[in-house]
């Protein structure tokens, strides 16, 4: 079957509604600020004097490798994949615990967990409406198509 006889293409589906466009934008803020958080501990641990030089490169590296998961799931959701809803919820319920952690703290940290909790829980509003999940053909239970 070619892209033109099946109706389920991304490049056939209609337009992509608004909300999956504004979590897609949002999840791939994520994975840019996870990116650059990382090059930044990076750079910092390779460079300056930190306590621990292997552990803050380690650090580094691994925010660069977790940064994969938002902006590979951000792709997915503007191709409309229906595969890319799953991490980017992922990556919203990772980000609740490190906006609460920073939400305690008595700095200049409180308004970085106001700003990593709004986007995560805005991300989630988005990713569950019923227009997002009918543009990338999520079924909910019960409403999986005949097999016979």
Same mark, same amino acid.
């Given at each position: ?5 099946? $109706?389920?293409?991304?490049?056939? #589906?209609? $337009?992509? $509604? ?6 897609? *934008? ?9 990116? *650059? ?18 552990? #803050?490169?380690? &650090? ?6 977790? +940064?994969?998961?938002?902006? &590979? +799931? ?34 200049? #940290?409180?308004?970085?967990?106001? #700003?990593?909790?709004?986007? +995560? ?19 909910? $239970? ?7």
């Amino acid at each position: 079957m070619t892209k033109e006889q099946n $109706p389920t293409t991304p490049e056939t #589906a209609g $337009p992509r $509604p608004r909300r999956l466009t504004y979590a897609a *934008v949002l999840t791939a803020l994520e994975g840019v600020g996870l990116a *650059v958080g990382g090059v930044w501990v990076l750079v910092l641990g390779l460079t300056g004097d930190p306590d621990d030089r292997q552990q #803050a490169v380690t &650090l580094g590296v691994t925010l660069v490798a977790l +940064a994969l998961l938002p902006l &590979l +799931a951000a792709r997915g959701l503007f191709a409309l994949r229906s595969w890319s809803r799953g991490p980017s919820i992922i990556t919203q319920i990772l980000a609740l615990p490190v906006a609460y952690s920073l939400l305690q703290a008595d700095s200049i #940290a409180i308004p970085a967990g106001i #700003a990593i909790a709004a986007m +995560a829980i805005a991300t989630l509003v988005f990713l569950v409406n019923p227009a997002t999940t009918e543009a990338l053909g999520i079924r909910g $239970p019960g409403n999986a198509p005949d097999q016979k």
